[in-house]
């Protein structure tokens, strides 16, 4: 207890200002859980260069990957008291702070990849990155993160049916746990950072993700199965702090917009090249990779479509089922 107050009494510390100003530069701190490998962390890092181009060096962001200043709901903290500037994080753990951010756990809410930049890159999309700002938190934008599918150590998932009797690691998230049990399995909220001990000893039978990430993290070491239902698209939403937002210029504002904005399509042929690295590494390591018939996997999930009736979401449901 005391070692883990003291390590953020450190954190702290060093976060003191933010955005702070260095002689006449502006540093804006970004934190995040990724590796330095991970497409994502490379997008971030192409919007670091474009801010400090559009600035001519009058502004700056500093980038600390893998989890240095903690994981991803500390990170989300930190921004809430303007004591970090900007974070990565997925919309799982994002749901517990900004309650619409549950739509993106709710399995087949997108038809495909078309379908979903159409909504992210919408009205409604925009809508949900500015959602969070009673809450202190500034959606920038997206990162393409892909579909979330099965891996397994046992057995390949084939059909709902085959999730019996299984503990599938999910995020902490109750989208997700509710996700899992719809398709009939036991959903075992484990950290990232500790999921490939506990696949190896058995703690859990599989996880869900996407290709980069069951590639980058190794679990393909312990899982051979990769059954590509693609339950889920949850991307990843570069947020920032109101609280250090609002002590920007507007130009300074402007530039951070304008090159967070530029990295997205450059992130998105990342994921891209990322995801046909993955899949040919994996299958090279004797992983076998599963195309399931989806039907089944959508049926299941009904039912917890309809349980949001009467509620927001399930509107929000609706609105994007009419998008074309």
């Known amino acids: 207890m005391k070692k883990s107050l003291f390590f953020h009494l450190i954190i702290l510390v060093f976060l003191f200002s933010a955005c702070q100003s260095e002689s006449s530069v502006t540093v804006v701190k970004l934190a995040h859980s990724l590796d330095v ?24 962001v500093d980038i600390y990957p893998g989890g240095q200043l903690g994981n ?3 990170l989300i903290e930190l921004l809430q008291i303007g004591s970090l500037a900007m974070t990565k994080v997925s919309t799982a753990p994002l749901e517990a702070f900004v309650p619409e951010m549950k739509i993106f756990g709710i399995p087949y809410v997108f038809r495909d990849d078309e379908h979903r930049w159409k909504v ?5 999309g925009k809508q949900l990155l500015l959602s969070g700002e009673p809450f202190y938190l500034r959606g ?58 506990a ?7 599989g996880a869900e993700n996407n290709p980069p990430s069951f590639y980058l993290s190794k679990h393909y070491e312990v899982c051979k199965y990769y059954s590509l239902d693609e339950h889920t698209a949850v991307p990843d939403i570069l947020i920032m702090s109101t609280v250090v937002w609002n002590r920007l210029t507007e130009q300074e504002q402007e530039w951070l917009q304008e090159a967070v904005d530029e ?3 450059y992130q998105k042929k990342l994921w ?4 046909d ?18 039907t089944p996997f959508m049926q299941a999930v009904q039912g917890m479509h309809d349980s949001y009736k009467g509620t927001s979401i399930y509107d929000l449901i609706q609105e994007i089922n009419a998008i074309q």
């Open 37 to 60: 490998t991970h497409p994502v962390h490379k997008g971030m890092v192409y919007m670091a260069q474009k801010v400090a181009e559009k600035s001519g060096g009058k502004m700056r």
């Open 72 to 74: 991803e709901r500390e």
């Open 120 to 124: 992210l890159d919408g009205p409604i």
């Open 140 to 197: 920038m934008c997206y990162y393409d993160a892909g579909s979330r599918s099965f891996y397994t150590k046992e057995r390949p998932i084939e059909k709902p049916a085959d999730l019996a009797g299984m503990k599938i690691r999910v995020m902490k998230s109750i989208t997700s746990v509710k996700m899992v049990q719809a398709l009939g399995g036991s959903a075992t909220p484990i950290p990232w950072g500790e999921l490939y001990t």
């Open 199 to 205: 696949l190896q000893q058995g703690v859990v039978d």
């Open 263 to 265: 990295s997205v399509p």
């Open 272 to 275: 891209k090249d990322a995801c």
């Open 277 to 294: 690295v993955a899949f040919a590494e994996v299958t090279k390591a004797g992983v076998e990779v599963i195309n399931p018939d989806k």
